[in-house]
């Protein structure tokens, strides 16, 4: 029997899942955003402005989807906006509702820049949810945005300038950036460690490639760059944020992931033409295959899915992702897979 890692059924939509418009700092407006991401092929774009959730349901049609979703940044130091020298968690709260319009875990005194507080009611903006610099402070901001239907996610660990004791004890977060256009192109490159620590420590997170673009349309300098591909069963906002929820995606710079499945143990893996593929465990246990064009590989994982009960009650959580690498260097990486998919 074939277990599909992707669901077989439905179509890949590509996605932006982290955006700044003229809300905010960005210098493109959101309907210029849609069009200029609609010509290279995107579906959906999440419109993340600083600080301020405003939906953008007006932009949503049968050929694209606007996540509601926006920014948070919380900083040492007190002030709003510019932080050059501090460190910083920076945070996407994505509404699985996409007429959310109040946020509970709104900060007005961090409002920035103050004209995105233009596009809020005056009753999202009476929300102030205590904002300071610490993992607890943030675990509760985060738990609060869960309950009240965000997916959440941690962003740019690297410009952050945050490492594994900022992050280790993290709780309810969704998924973490890997690749940042923006950060990336500022020399800030993002790796898959973050997410490879958060996994050892038991933590489902799922891989995101992202922009995280500012710029304007004639100089679209840090767009296009890291996406996301879900596999949806049609391009509407309930069924896109579902997929986003259970990890019916990958996420890529690059390189197509066009199918994965095991069957008896074996793992099928289908690409657009690669240099190298990996397969990543929890365990010191790694399958990696190089060549010219590869696209249509088998890894036999049988060992690693059915081991002894000793060795299963030392592992945290089982788990193993795939890395699809271009000639160009380029990376696609899936979810995590865990024994909730494969099974006994
Ligand atoms: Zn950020
Ligand atoms: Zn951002």
């Known amino acids: 029997m074939k277990t599909y890692l992707l669901p077989k059924e439905g179509q890949f939509y590509k996605a932006n899942l982290h955006m700044h418009t003229t809300i905010s700092d960005?210098?493109?407006?959101?309907?210029?955003?849609?069009?200029?991401?609609?010509?290279?092929?995107?579906?959906?774009?999440?419109?993340t402005?600083?600080?301020?959730?405003?939906?953008?349901?007006?932009?949503?049609?049968?050929?694209?989807?606007?996540?509601?979703?926006?920014?948070?940044?919380?900083?040492?130091?007190?002030?709003?906006?510019?932080f050059p020298f501090e460190q910083t968690y920076h945070i996407n709260l994505y509404a699985k509702d996409p007429k959310k319009n109040i946020s509970p875990v709104f900060t007005m005194s961090r409002l920035w820049p103050a004209h995105a507080g233009n596009y809020m009611s005056d009753e999202a903006k009476a929300v102030e949810w205590p904002r300071e610099y610490s993992t607890d402070s943030l675990n509760a901001l985060i738990a609060r945005a869960n309950e009240d239907g965000f997916l959440v996610s941690y962003n740019h660990p690297n410009w952050s300038l945050q490492n594994y004791a900022d992050y280790a004890?993290?709780?309810?977060?969704?998924?973490?950036?890997?690749?940042?256009?923006?950060?990336m192109r500022a020399g800030y490159p993002d790796t898959m460690q973050p997410i490879d620590d958060l996994l050892h420590l038991g933590k489902r997170v799922f891989p995101l490639a992202?922009?995280?673009?500012?710029?304007?349309?004639?100089?679209?300098?840090?767009?296009?760059?890291?996406?996301?591909m879900v596999k949806a069963e049609g391009?509407?906002?309930?069924?896109?944020?579902?997929?986003?929820?259970?990890?019916?995606?990958y996420a890529s710079s690059g390189p197509e992931i066009?199918?994965?499945?095991?069957?008896?143990?074996?793992?099928h893996v289908t690409t657009?033409?690669?240099?190298?593929?990996?397969?990543?465990?929890?365990?010191?246990?790694?399958?990696?295959?190089?060549?010219?064009?590869?696209?249509?590989?088998?890894?036999?994982?049988?060992?690693?899915?059915?081991?002894s009960r000793e060795v299963k009650e030392k592992r945290c959580m089982p788990y193993f992702r795939i890395t699809v690498t271009d000639a160009r260097g380029e990376t696609a990486q899936s979810c995590p897979y865990t024994e909730e998919t494969w099974g006994e």
């Open 26 to 47: 960005g210098q493109m407006t959101p309907a210029e955003v849609k069009e200029e991401y609609m010509k290279r092929g995107y579906s959906i774009v999440a419109f």
């Open 210 to 228: 992202t922009d995280d673009a500012h710029a304007g349309k004639d100089n679209p300098h840090d767009c296009f760059g890291g996406f996301v």
């Open 49 to 82: 402005d600083h600080e301020a959730l405003v939906p953008h349901e007006e932009l949503t049609d049968e050929h694209f989807v606007a996540i509601t979703s926006y920014e948070i940044a919380t900083n040492r130091g007190a002030v709003p906006g510019g």
């Open 258 to 267: 066009k199918e994965l499945y095991l069957e008896d143990g074996i793992l």
């Open 272 to 307: 657009s033409p690669a240099a190298k593929v990996e397969v990543i465990t929890e365990r010191r246990a790694r399958w990696c295959r190089r060549g010219e064009n590869l696209t249509e590989l088998t890894f036999d994982l049988s060992g690693y899915l059915r081991t």
């Open 235 to 249: 391009l509407e906002y309930g069924k896109v944020m579902d997929a986003l929820e259970k990890g019916n995606f």
């Open 169 to 183: 004890r993290l709780q309810g977060i969704w998924g973490v950036e890997y690749y940042n256009t923006g950060c």
